[in-house]
C-alpha cells in the first residue's frame, strides 16, 4: 500500500494540533487554577460542585442574617446595661437621701439628679439601629416610650397604668378593654425551616427566631422605672427636680422599695434575651464551620492541582519538542520552515 506525502502531512498536522492543544488546555488550567472550564468536560464533578455551591451560598446568606441579628442583640445588650448602670446609681442616690446626711440641700442637689438620670433611662429605652426602635416589638418605626401630659410614661402612646400586661389589652378613654395595639412579636428565618400554624397563621416559634424585645420588660410595667423615680422625685420634695413639695420620708421608702423590686425582676427578664444570644452565637460558628467545609469540598471538585498541572504542562511541551522534530524528518523542509 502506497502512503502519498499528502496523507503523511494530514495525519502529522491532526497530531500536532492535538499536542498543540493539550499544551495550551494544561497552561490554562494551570494559569487559572480550575480543573475545567465547561461542564461536559467532567459532568459528574461538576454537578456535584453546583450542589454544593447552592448549599454554600444558602449557608452564607444564614450567616450573613444571623450576623445582622446578633449585632442587634449587642445594640439591645449596651442599651440595657446602661440603663442598669443608671438604676444602680438612682439606688445609691437615693439610700444616701434616706440617710438624711446633708438635710435639705442634699435632698434637692439628688432630686435634680434622679430627674436626669430618668430622662438619660428613657432615651436609652428609645435606642435605635438600623432606623429600628428596639424595644418597640412590632411598632419599631416609632419611638416606644413618651411622657403623657400628667408627667407619667406612655407606651406607644397608652399610658402604662392602663395597660394589662399578661392579657396583652389596654383601657380605652372610654373605659373599654381593647387589645394593645403594635403587641406583636416579630420573627425571622435563620436556615430553621420557617412553618405557621394552620389554625390562626401565626409563626411557629420552634421553626423561627424572634427578634423583638419589649417595651414593657425594659422599664417594668405596674410600676415601672420611669414612674417610680418621679414618685422619689415628689417624695424629697422636689416634683421634676425643682422646689414645690414637701419631703416624704415614707413615701420615698415605699418607692425605693418598689424600685429595687422592680430593679430585680428586670434583670431577670434578661435571661430570655441571654438564651436568645447564646443561640445566636453557636449558630454563627456551625454556619462559619459549615461554609468552610463547603468550600473545601467544592474546590477539591473544581480545582486544578497546580503541581500536578506543572508536570503535565511540562509533559506537554516536551511532546510538542518530539513532534516537531519528527516533522523534521517526515515533511518537506518549506513545510517545517512554516510550521516553525
Known amino acids: 500500500m502506497r502512503v502519498t506525502q499528502r496523507s503523511v502531512s494530514r495525519n502529522y498536522m491532526r497530531n500536532l494540533n492535538n499536542t498543540l492543544a493539550k499544551r495550551a488546555s494544561a497552561f490554562e488550567r494551570g494559569t487559572t487554577g480550575a480543573a475545567f472550564d465547561r461542564l461536559s468536560q467532567n459532568v459528574a464533578d461538576g454537578v456535584r460542585a453546583m450542589k454544593i455551591q447552592e448549599e454554600r451560598q444558602a449557608s452564607e446568606r444564614q450567616l450573613s442574617a444571623t450576623q445582622d441579628v446578633i449585632d442587634e442583640m449587642n445594640s439591645v445588650f449596651n442599651a440595657l446595661d446602661s440603663i442598669d448602670d443608671i438604676m444602680k446609681t438612682v439606688d445609691e442616690r437615693v439610700v444616701r437621701a434616706l440617710s438624711e446626711e446633708g438635710g435639705e440641700p442634699r435632698r434637692q442637689a439628688i432630686a435634680a439628679e434622679l430627674h436626669s438620670m430618668k430622662e438619660q433611662i428613657l432615651q436609652f429605652a428609645n435606642s435605635q439601629y438600623s432606623g429600628k426602635y428596639l424595644f418597640s416589638d412590632s411598632a419599631n418605626a416609632a419611638a416606644p416610650f413618651g411622657v403623657g401630659a400628667d408627667g407619667k410614661l406612655t407606651y406607644n402612646g397608652i399610658p402604662m397604668s392602663k395597660i394589662d400586661r399578661e392579657n396583652g389589652t389596654y383601657i380605652d378613654e372610654d373605659g373599654f378593654t381593647r387589645p394593645l395595639p403594635n403587641d406583636k412579636e416579630i420573627y425571622i428565618d435563620l436556615g430553621l425551616g420557617m412553618r405557621f400554624e394552620a389554625d390562626d397563621g401565626d409563626v411557629d416559634t420552634r421553626t423561627a427566631f424572634k427578634t423583638s424585645f419589649s417595651g414593657l420588660d425594659v422599664l417594668g410595667h405596674e410600676p415601672n422605672v420611669y414612674d ?26 415605699s418607692a425605693h422599695t418598689a424600685f429595687d423590686e422592680l430593679t430585680d425582676d428586670m434583670r431577670l427578664s434578661r435571661l430570655d434575651l441571654d438564651t436568645r444570644a447564646g443561640f445566636l452565637n ?30 503535565k504542562l511540562k509533559e506537554s511541551e516536551y511532546t510538542w519538542m518530539a513532534v516537531l522534530q519528527l516533522g523534521a524528518k517526515l515533511l518537506p523542509t518549506s513545510l517545517l520552515d512554516f510550521l516553525s
Open 228 to 253: 417610680l423615680i418621679t414618685d422619689m422625685e415628689e417624695a424629697l420634695g422636689y416634683p421634676n427636680g425643682k422646689a414645690g413639695g414637701t419631703y416624704n420620708r415614707g413615701a420615698l421608702e
Open 282 to 311: 453557636q449558630l454563627e460558628t456551625r454556619l462559619e464551620s459549615d461554609i468552610t467545609t463547603l468550600t473545601e469540598s467544592e474546590s477539591n471538585l473544581v480545582s486544578a492541582d497546580p503541581a500536578e498541572e506543572a508536570i
